[in-house]
Every structure is written in C-alpha cells, then in structure tokens.
C-alpha cells in the first residue's frame, strides 16, 4: 500500500538565538513508494520554485513588507539540502550524522548572513497547496513574513519518502 504523508518544519535564527516549530498534517493516502531514495528535479522545478517566491511576495506585499528576491547562494543550499533529504532519508532541519543546522548549511557555502531562516515541507503537490500549509501554521507565516529578510533560495525536488520536498532558505545577509 503506497501513502504519502504531508510534513512542515519552519526554524529561524537571528544570530545564535533561533526558535522552532514542527506542524504535520494528516497523512493523504496515494503517494510515492518510500523506498525511493533518488533525488530528481521534476521538470517543472524552475517554475513552481518562482511561484513559490510570487506568493511569497504576495503575502509579504500584503502585509505591507517589502519583497525578497532570490538568491543564487540560498537556492543552492535548498536544493542540496532537499537532495541530502531525499539520498538520506530524513526530514529535519538538522542533518542527523553532522547535527548541522541552516546556519551551518549557510556559512559552509559562503553565504555570510545577520539572520537565516529555513521553512521544510513534504508531500504537497503544488505551489498553492505548499504556501497555504505553511501560511496556516503560525511559525511557518512568521519566518515568510520576517521583516528583516531580504533573501531567499527556494528549491523542489522529488523523491524519498514523502515524494515531493519543498525548502526555502530566508537570509539577511551581513554587509561586505
């Protein structure tokens, strides 16, 4: 019997002090096979990751926040981040071997930041269906309508348990 379960995790870090929270909603029968641990970027990865960042514009916009732009450094975290996810069979903010967190991730790749904040999901099949899971839970809308980002690296791949991942990599990067 294949089930496909839907996972949210948000965690932000304003220099060393970070908070977290974890939101699962119920699990949705007809998903992907669990022992896929290939991570495949669907075809259509570019263009749900944009919609991700209109709408999140869209919600930052409405709530008179200015909006983030992509960042080609996060963007690269997410997605090897939401690659290690799938290739290791995990879904956490903090890798289980290094114990590395979003911070770790961040400074390993040179992206130097004043804050970072990651949000997680898992299962959700559309751009739309991924943003009102996380505008719905309260930590989740609290990284997405952070003030002081400026950045942002959003990334989908396919595969592992949960079929589809979701990661968004938020940065206020420090001055140069």
């Not at 967190?101 to 961040?106: D, S, W």
């Not at 996380?134 to 400026?150: F, K, Q």
């Amino acid at each position: 019997m294949n089930r496909r379960s839907v996972q949210v995790l948000g965690l932000s870090l304003l220099g060393l002090i970070g908070a977290g929270g974890c939101f699962s909603p119920t699990s949705v029968a007809d998903g992907a096979d669990s022992d896929s641990a290939r991570c495949i970027s669907p075809e259509e990865a570019a263009r749900m990751a944009d919609q991700v960042l209109e709408l999140v514009n869209l919600e930052r916009a409405a709530e008179g926040l200015t909006p983030v732009v992509e960042s080609a450094i996060l963007t690269k975290i997410a997605e090897e981040y939401a690659c290690q996810m799938i290739e290791d069979g995990f879904f956490a903010h903090h890798e289980p071997g290094s114990g590395d967190g979003p911070a770790e991730r961040a400074t390993e790749q040179d992206y130097f930041f004043l804050a970072i904040g990651e949000n997680l999901a898992a299962g959700q099949e559309s751009p739309a269906e991924v943003m009102e899971v996380w505008m719905e839970s309260p930590t989740h809308r609290a990284i997405i309508l952070d003030p002081n980002w400026l950045e942002v690296g959003i990334a989908v791949r396919s595969g592992g348990t949960y079929a589809v991942y979701w990661v968004q990599e938020f940065g206020q990067p420090a001055e140069e």
